[in-house]
């Protein structure tokens, strides 16, 4: 696909500036009109909200289930603090709760007490759970800790980040939907099913924050063309100078696009990219959490943004087992995700996840433009730290 005539353009197009100019002197705003959002690579982080366990929670945990707090053992700082620390990719998982205070009431700190531990603080002392709406957690019943409990609170927090950086780098908003398959836990809250209508409900809340032009829909990159998969096949994605300061949300699970693109084909008037399966009209977005570097680089090729991951479960990091990071970082893969970021290594080994010289973002090493430069695209977090 990245054999078109679009495509062709805009290397011709790059060429053509610098040749004429030093890379020192090729500006921002010359290279923003010809790169495209698909041809940088970020720094994302893997369920961002995550604020860790309670003093008892993890007392409790350690006793009764040792290997999944060994798992759950890592969080993250508030989400301006990662994106001020250079991530560009974040995750939120997201529970259905359309009355409200069906997760406010949290299992453990029963059992904890019981076992003897000490009440842990409040998990939700602004009453944030009582309100109807999508939460954002990560094991309902279990592990709820957030740095912002509730989907559009997450929302409003990155909006506000955006607002005040608006040259920023598209941010990648990964959004996990989150059901128990009507299979609950035993003495657990029940989860509210993904239908249609849900989805229709979590789109709105998008829009409830976000105002229009202020985040990349399906339909602005489809433009003419018949379907998804069509577009990105022809250089739909839009270039940096018209992706600057927004973001795109993308949906995790795969399981679910075939109930969010019904009555939607190709996700026309949709808020969210799916997880899609390559080759279908919807498939813009697909993940590899797994791939192999030829996997995710033919992909990337074809004009996919993909999403991988560089650790899962705290084991690379306990270990600084860097296998996966780096074949992941040797990938063409837009997003690369972690539980460590730059700004937030491992407590237990050097292992973080990282660019060479404090890159926020880094031209994509699969099918960046000829003569893209690094630096142009943002400037290094220590940079930002400093402004």
């Known amino acids: 696909m990245f ?7 805009a290397w011709i197009a790059l060429a053509a500036v610098t040749s004429t100019v030093t890379a020192q002197q090729l500006t921002q705003a010359a290279q ?59 995750e939120i998982d997201v529970f259905a709760d359309a009355k409200g205070g069906h997760y406010a009431h949290l299992p453990i700190d029963d059992a904890e007490v019981k076992a ?8 939700d002392p602004n009453h944030e759970m009582d309100k109807p709406g999508f939460k954002v957690m990560h094991v309902q019943g279990v592990d709820q800790r957030s ?10 927090v990155v909006r506000e980040w955006s607002q005040q950086h608006p040259q920023h780098l598209p941010i990648f908003i990964l959004v996990e939907t989150k059901d128990d398959g009507g299979k609950p836990r035993p003495g657990m809250p029940a989860t509210e099913p993904f239908t ?11 829009r409830s924050v976000f105002k229009p032009g202020e985040y990349i829909t399906p339909d602005e990159v489809r433009g003419h063309s018949a379907t998804l998969i069509d577009a990105i096949g022809k250089g739909g994605w839009p270039t940096l100078a018209k992706a600057r300061g927004r973001v795109i949300f993308l949906l995790d699970q795969r399981k679910v696009e075939g109930i969010y693109t019904e009555n939607h084909p190709s996700l ?26 030829e996997t995710i680089d033919a992909l990337v090729k074809q004009g996919y943004l993909v999403r991988t991951r560089t650790d899962e ?17 040797s990938t063409g893969a837009q997003m690369i995700s972690t ?34 430069v690094d630096s142009l695209l943002e400037p290094s977090a220590s940079a930002m730290a400093k402004k």
């Open 3 to 9: 054999g078109s005539a679009t495509s062709r353009m």
């Open 32 to 90: 923003d009109k010809v790169v495209r959002l698909n041809e940088i690579q970020v720094i994302g982080s893997h369920n961002s909200y995550h604020s860790g366990f309670a003093p008892s929670e993890r007392k409790y945990l350690e006793m009764k289930n040792p290997k999944a707090l060994r798992a759950l053992d890592y969080s993250h700082a508030p989400l301006p603090d990662q994106l001020n620390g250079g991530v560009r990719q974040i």
């Open 116 to 123: 003897g531990l000490p009440a842990d603080p409040n998990f």
């Open 147 to 156: 740095t912002c409990h509730t989907f559009v609170k997450c929302m409003m």
């Open 196 to 206: 249609p209508q849900v989805f229709d409900a979590l789109d709105a809340e998008v």
């Open 268 to 293: 026309k008037g949709r808020v969210f990219f799916t997880n899609a399966e390559p080759g279908k009209p919807d498939a813009a977005f697909t993940e590899q959490n797994n791939g192999s570097k």
């Open 313 to 329: 479960g705290t084991e690379q990091a306990r270990t600084n087992d860097t296998t996966r990071r780096d074949l992941a970082l």
């Open 339 to 372: 539980d460590y970021p730059p700004s937030e290594p491992s407590k237990w080994t050097s292992f973080v996840v990282k660019f060479p010289d404090d890159l926020v973002a880094r031209c994509n090493p699969v099918n960046k433009p000829g003569g893209c």
